[in-house]
């Protein structure tokens, strides 16, 4: 079945680093591939999605390309801070309403 | 966007005691909703969906007797632990589909904590 395979962390980040989440997927069809976050004490948010091959989602500085090629969708941002510390999904759809990675855990640090 | 709201956030209670988590879409209708549990550093795995005025549709290895769902209206599942025990302790999380033009986006509730002493 469909399947959603995510770095582990927890990720420890000094502010204005580089970020980089890995996520892969496993699915038959073109699914499509979403970053949810999870603020501490919050609910989940969709940061960004991409239905197709070669689509770029992009939110609040975050990217994340849509590689069929490689069955990634790997999370980016060029310079984090500390309001970005959450819990990261990478989740997909296809034939089944989302499926979730384990999610990373990320904690920027001043 | 469009908001979710689950209740309670928090929930204790004793061992062989029922337990009702409610969600409710608050700006939208929504004829599906989704139940989802989450375990520590664990992803969230879906437990069942919920259709207004039908049975819910559980994933395989969900008890629908222990996990009892009703979706009465088109604003509101609610999620029934039925003779909760201390390995149903999780974290419950809602999500409804809020059709925006064509597309059907998942909005989340915040959650409800769970735990059965």
């Known amino acids: 079945g469909d399947s959603v395979t995510q770095m582990e962390g927890p990720v420890t980040l000094s502010e204005e680093a580089f970020l980089t989440i890995n996520c892969t997927y496993t699915?038959?069809?073109?699914?499509?591939l979403f970053w949810y976050v999870q603020y501490p004490g919050e609910g989940l948010q969709l940061l960004l999605k991409?239905?197709?091959?070669?689509d770029k989602g992009s939110n609040k500085g975050f990217e994340a390309t849509y590689r069929k090629e490689t069955t990634s969708f790997h999370l980016e941002k060029g310079s984090v801070q500390v309001s970005d510390s959450a819990v990261y999904f990478c989740?997909?759809?296809?034939?089944?309403?989302?499926?979730f990675g384990k999610g990373t855990r990320l904690s920027v640090i001043a | 966007g469009a908001v979710v709201s689950q209740h309670p956030s928090r929930v204790i209670c004793k061992s062989g005691t029922s337990v009702k988590i409610e969600c409710r879409s608050l700006?939208?209708?929504?004829?599906?909703m989704f139940w989802y549990r989450q375990f520590p550093k664990q992803s969230l795995m879906l437990m069942a969906t919920?259709?207004?005025?039908?049975?819910?549709?559980?994933e395989q290895g969900v008890e629908k007797d222990k996990f009892l769902i009703n979706h009465a209206s088109l604003t509101l599942s609610t999620l029934t632990v039925t003779s909760a025990h201390p390995e149903d302790s999780s974290f419950y999380i809602c999500?409804?589909?809020?059709?925006?033009?064509?597309?059907?986006?998942?909005?989340f509730g915040e959650g409800s904590r769970l735990t059965v002493l």
């Open positions: 999500s409804a589909r809020a059709f925006v033009g064509n597309t059907g986006e998942l909005f």
């Open positions: 989740a997909l759809r296809g034939n089944t309403p989302l499926v």
């Open positions: 991409a239905t197709k091959a070669d």
């Open positions: 700006d939208f209708q929504a004829t599906t």
């Open positions: 699915a038959t069809g073109y699914p499509s």
């Open positions: 919920s259709n207004e005025g039908s049975k819910a549709t559980y």
